[in-house]
């Protein structure tokens, strides 16, 4: 640039053009105005981050208070004692559990008295907060005869409703009388708060128990689909391990350069952004219209996540492959080692911290996928129980985590979004163990060369 | 005898044989291992893999081969006349396995003995009742040509799992014997393990391959099976999406362009949050950050990208839905009616893409050389300045790639979309209205009992076929742009 394609610099303009300043301590206005673009600059960067971040903590506040509801339930705990006469006068009746019910109250009653608690209500009322606990009862004491006449203490689920009033789901405001719960419930499930006859527990059943039906939220736990997922990532390990190594070395040790390696490695970096959905296709249309294995197995299910993991496996593996420096390679060779044996027995053992690393990110993501399951018929309420056996739990149908998950939000009723809620503070925890598992190994065995 | 004794019984043979080959090589070279050309442990494992290699591939094919041949001879036993009105050969096919499958589990539980299973030609009301009491699931009512049929099955693959049990194992002794005869002192078994191993590698690599080619097909067969079923031009050109799975879909309308509207808006909603957002922090940490807060903020931005898009979908219809309806819907501007629409999606999915948005923009303003930021700088040019003038206009064809390969990734997400969006496939203008796309309907399509021969059902593989074309184009441009840049500076 020349100083003849500048534009004069005549005193003579007009006023508000940009005044030269004579002093190096006044600013003129062109410094000043790049000034605040550079700090308006800078300040939208800080802002970008500070939205992300933002974002992240939104969520991370969401999971936590909507899912942690899921791990308690409310209970009402009753004791008494019931007579060999009065089982028999129960047995006697017509409606027998209509006369546990009665017992049930009436023992209810006397323990609010005991309390100082005086407050009236009647069958209708205990039906809505615990359902039916004639039934309950009754079964409990044909079974265990011997218990007759001695005191025994009742933990009963309390109704989803109820549930939610405890854990705020619920409140007076947003409520409506119905056959399910009314106004007046709610003062009396307060004074059995305060006489510590309803309590939360901790929610065991959510940890262990297997999809319940779309009646019984409270039932609904997530132990199946944790089965379902566990066996599901044991075919994805045996198999994506091994195969994906095996193509990364061929890749980065052998394959010659020619048109077909360039294929395949463009076929494999094709394959890692093809969309999860299109892996649930090949699976459906593969494996199970075309091979005929069964539908809604973990063992499909492990099959098409394996496809979908392997670009990701290879990717990683072949850096750490690339990452062994050629002098252990030469000096294996220098030694009479072939180079099958240089590869073998030295560069993939050093390789190898690298390439757990890579698998275990690979699992992560596998056993966060939920869109391919679906299409492979691992839906939430296939996952009615735990597998018999080994055998059973590869191709016995199941679903999966973050499938259940799915189901549980695709569910009208709201007591099963704080179930879905759960289940992802479940996911999230074994995410979050996966990803400090890689980190830990990255750090205490990878080598800087 | 079952797969499983089969796989043991060859997997022995390969044991001995690694066994007797290396004596048989220690013997030859008279027990000084130095004259041998390779290490015992080769001869060994050069007979085991001999042995199991080639009985394998047998066992697979076979597999793989039985059932077609096996169709093919049972679907030529059921007469016409067993294929009652409303049904299909295909349907009664799968009756003859059920009761076949039925049968099997009957005998194996000592319910029923084989002789009887195989032999009965009276009573079928007495089989079906017997069946159903053993906790079989078969139809109704057992017709005589389905049993008939089932009988046949059940024979017929006997035989043939006998045959490829007797064949498996003949291959795996002969692979065994043959590598023991060509075992001797001069024999070069570390060569040959290795070529194995080579090929063995190979075919690893070729897995890619494979599964791109079963992608491929499984979409082109059934696509091609839904166009004969549905004009191809109604499929493009249709507007209107409105399946009717009554009547096998035939007063269906199967319009691709309102889910395609619905993919592309969701995709520029959540491009519109993602790339000014992750190219604001991209910028940020690689040029005014320092070390201290690139090593928090880098990490904690990253976390978006490892949650599992279920995550965002729940987020999106329990969050972020109720909470832009609470601003916009009727208690608020009143131009939004339900918490699931194209805005709810399309800002979650926007939050799920900024760390995929930043870290690939980082990378490719960090390969952008020192040089020519102190070039700028030298001239007097301030930091946004520099990042304006020179270090933008040199990473756009890098961060053009980035932008596609997010769009990609926003085209192809499917949770977000079909939590948050909605189910009502529209062709509108505003954001704040239930819309959906094109992975919600293959969703929707084909999850529960879907019937492959309906063209409700078939029409996900066309729409498969579209997301993969679409989606394969993004990323074969972007990367196209992305390696063509870096070549710039190398």
Known sequence: MTDTNLPPLTSGASSDAPVKSKSLYALDDLTRRRNASETRFKAYGIGAIAIGLFFLIVLAVSIVSEGLPAFTKTVVNVNFTLTQEQFDAAESQLFKTKAYEQIFIGALQGQLEERGVNVPFDAAAIERIVGKPGGTIRAYFQSNPDNLGEPAGFELAASSRVDGYMNGRVTRENMTDSRFLQASDLDLVDNLVEAGVITNVFNWNFITGADSGVDNPGGAGIGASVVGSFFMMLVVLFLSLPIGVAASIYLEEFAPQNRFTDMIEVNISNLAAVPSIVFGILGLAVFIQFMHLPQSAPLVGGLVLTLMTLPTIIISTRASLKAVPPSIRDAALGVGASKMQAIFHHVLPLAMPGILTGTIIGLAQALGETAPLLLIGMVGFVARGYPEGIVAGFTDPNSAMPAQIYTWAARADYAFYEKAWGGIIVLLVFLLTMNVLAVILRRRFERRW | ?490
């Open chain 2, 1 to 490: 005898m079952s797969l499983f004794w089969l796989i043991v019984i060859v997997l022995a043979i390969a044991l001995v044989g690694y066994v007797v080959g290396r004596a048989r090589a220690l013997a030859s070279a008279g027990g000084d291992m130095r004259l041998l050309h390779s290490l015992p442990s080769y001869y060994g494992s050069n007979v085991a893999m001999k042995a199991a290699v080639p009985a394998f591939l047998i066992l697979v094919v076979w597999l793989l081969a039985q059932p077609f041949y096996v169709d093919s001879r049972i679907s030529g036993m059921i007469p016409q006349s067993a294929i009652s009105e409303g049904s299909s050969l295909g349907l009664v096919m799968a009756e003859v396995r059920r009761a076949a499958q039925g049968l099997d589990n009957v005998v194996a539980s000592g319910q029923m003995t084989e002789d009887f299973a195989r032999n009965a030609r009276a009573d079928f009301n007495d089989i079906t009742a017997r069946l159903k009491d053993a906790g079989q699931i078969v139809t109704s009512q057992i017709t005589q040509p389905v049993m008939r049929a089932a009988q046949a099955y059940r024979v017929v693959v006997s035989t043939g799992n006998l045959i490829m049990s007797i064949v498996v194992i003949l291959a795996a002794i002969a692979g065994a014997l043959l590598a023991l005869r060509e075992t001797n002192v001069d024999f070069r078994a570390r060569n040959t393990v290795e070529k194995g191993i080579r090929v063995a590698l190979f075919s690893a690599a070729l897995i890619a391959v494979l599964t791109t080619l079963g992608i491929v097909l499984s979409l082109v067969f059934n696509t091609v099976e839904f166009f004969r079923l549905y004009p191809a031009m109604d499929f493009f050109f249709g507007l209107t999406w409105s399946p009717s799975f009554s009547g096998r879909g035939g007063s269906s309308e199967l319009g691709i362009l309102p889910l395609l509207w619905g993919t592309f808006y969701i995709s520029i909603v959540a491009l519109a949050v993602a790339v000014p957002i992750g190219l604001f922090a991209a910028v940020y940490l690689s040029e005014y950050a320092g070390p201290k807060v690139r090593a928090v903020a880098k990490p904690l931005l990253e976390i978006l990208a490892g949650i599992p898009t279920i995550v965002y979908g729940l987020f999106a219809l329990l969050t972020v839905g109720p909470m832009l309806l609470s601003v916009f819907g009727d208690g608020g501007l009143g131009i939004m009616k339900a918490g699931t629409a194209v805005m709810t999606a399309g800002l979650v999915m926007g939050v799920m893409l900024i760390p995929f948005v930043s870290s690939l923009s980082d990378d490719i303003i960090n390969a952008v050389p020192q040089a020519m930021r102190d070039g700028s700088y030298g001239l007097g040019a301030t930091r946004s300045e520099t990042v304006k003038k020179v270090i933008l206009p040199a990473a756009l064809p890098g961060i053009v790639g980035a932008i596609l390969l997010a769009a990609s990734r926003a085209i192809g997400e499917t949770m977000i979309v079909v939590l948050g969006a909605g189910a009502a496939a529209r062709l509108s203008l505003n954001p704040f209205e239930a819309m959906t796309t094109v992975t919600a309907k293959i969703v929707s399509q084909l999850t529960g009992d879907a019937d492959f021969a309906s063209p409700v059902a078939l029409v996900a593989f066309a729409l498969g076929m579209t997301l993969f074309v679409v989606t394969l184009g993004l990323n074969i441009v972007a990367l196209y742009i992305v390696r063509k840049y870096r070549e710039q500076y190398d």
